[in-house]
């Protein structure tokens, strides 16, 4: 029995795109990327869709459009990818970590509004495993608080979201950005990549400097006309534009993301109602969100937990762990001590949690096998 933890659904369509770049002269940004950015406004319906090479990449660039520098405060949940803090931290900025929801395990409005101030300049919660954060509710929290206001800008992560909803809202209605990853193992993928989507005009403008170095025109656009046109750099950018060679392969996942919703959310419903008499900590569901069900993670007791990895490995189960909490990070336990104590409820579950496989081609005989292997192997461990 050979499971794998993951494993991507593209094919031949997506060799053919690839392909027909090639086929073309230009592969770097141009057409194409310009297509999936018209798709990505339609679908998000937002006026402003930027790809970049990676969320990360988009991260900065959005950081240095909105100007950060270095002694900003960024406040980011505890509990997430390191990525959602590293961006900050490359820029000179402080993290300030907060607590998350003991249940859901989301960053709260209660939270961010403890974190604020007056060097607080963006706040980026993490629509954690697809599930959405409140973030109407943080920014009213933010804007009622003494030293907050539309100056602190809200960037979502949605790495783990792209179709999942709130109250019927996609990322990016309430935030000031939604930054997404199409990351190899993200539910839209092109292996590396990502996009940031945004309502501000003003904001994109500079984004779309600040992803190209902080040149003031795009390749192709250098060359319109049959002729070279000059560019100018303003402001300091970084390099997190998306080639057409992997945006090629994106037109038809988001065409199709929404139908494969149903099969991913059979899978974790599955997991879900298997284990859930029995003694493993779940993720709460909160029933305002439509998930994007980007992760399924269970949670044993902290002492048990390496025991239990080893445990399922050794019976042919892949599992991995999302995430360490940051204060549990050896950068981050070093640059900021205090964090962990201020953060109880992300380090115990970073120390509990395991992630099984999910993605849409797990066969229900694979599954059948995890959820059998996961009862015998852990509901002893408790
Ligand atoms: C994957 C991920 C990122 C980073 O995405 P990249 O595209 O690899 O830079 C950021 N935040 C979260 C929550 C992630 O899971």
Redesign the pocket.
Known sequence: MSIDFYRHDLGTEAAQAVADVISTPFLTTGKVARGVEEQLRGYFDVPHALLV???????AATLLALGVEPGDEIVVPAM?????ANVGEVLGAVTVMTDVDPDTLLMTPEAVAAAITPRTKVVIP???YGQMVDVAAMRQAIDTHPDGGPHIRILE?A??CFEGTRNGERPGRHGDAA?????A??NVTCG???AVITRDAGLAAKLTETRLHGMSAIAVDRFAGGKYNHWDMERLGTKANLPDLLAALLPPQIETVDSKLPLRRAIADRYREAFADGPLRLPAVDPLCVSAE?LITIGVPADNRDRAIAALNETGVPVTV??RALPDIAYYRRRYPQAADQCPHAVAWGRQTISLPLYTGLSASDQTFIIEAVKKLLYPLG
């Open positions: 090479n990676s969320w990360t990449n988009g991260a997430t990818f390191i990525a959602s993490v629509h954690l992560d790495a783990h930054i997404f990853s199409f990351y193992t993200k590396e990549g990502g980007h999302n995430y």
